[in-house]
């Protein structure tokens, strides 16, 4: 007489595969993530360096006329107000010390693209710091990859403690991520 299995055989057998690929499958998601967020904070910080070799340069900041422009034009800009424009000139004029990064990976449907944000009256730790360059990363409460400030209003400070500017955006599950342009000796 041939034994075969039983159902509760059968029936742990298929419990213990679906573990393993939900396992497997939020694993994957988690190193997605992190890919992502690399990748976000590696276009960030190049912008960031460009700007200040433009400052360097010029000893003066890029032209914009709306106070903030998206540099990641090829994936775009976007905040709760909706898509970002770019700026020919700023473009252009970044373009003489280099090539700015053009694309980067959106956080999501509504946030994401890395920001070029001027505002002639901010202060960072009450010193004039009117340059800051915005992202967004997947994740909430995800780690910016860089020194942060507090928020990207006109007076903000430096933070030592946290690793993000906001960590869960409008309860989205994004990170704002806020990082002060530094000119030479500050």
Do not use: W
């Not at 010029?58 to 540099?71: E, L, M, N, R, S």
């Amino acid at each position: 007489m041939k034994r075969g299995f039983t159902i509760v055989e059968l029936l742990i057998v298929i419990v213990v595969i679906a573990i393993l690929a939900t396992i497997s499958v939020v694993a994957y998601n988690g190193v997605q993530q992190r890919a992502s967020n690399t990748a976000i904070i590696d276009a960030a910080s190049k912008a960031k360096r460009m700007i200040e070799v433009y400052i360097a340069t010029y000893d003066k900041y890029p032209h914009i006329v709306d106070g903030y422009v998206c540099i990641t034009t090829t994936t775009s800009c976007r905040n709760n107000s909706g898509p970002m424009a770019s700026t020919p000139a700023f473009d252009t004029e970044v373009a003489r010390v280099g090539s700015l990064p053009r694309s980067a990976p959106l956080a999501s449907d509504v946030r994401g693209g890395v920001t070029y944000m001027y505002n002639a009256t901010r202060t960072i730790d009450g010193v004039s710091a009117p340059v800051v360059i915005r992202y967004y990363l997947l994740g909430a409460y995800s780690d910016c990859g860089m020194k942060v400030i507090d928020s990207d209003t006109s007076q903000a400070a430096s933070t030592s403690s946290n690793k993000y500017t906001i960590g869960d955006v409008g309860s989205s599950g994004s990170t704002l991520c806020a990082v002060k342009v530094s000119v030479s000796g500050t």
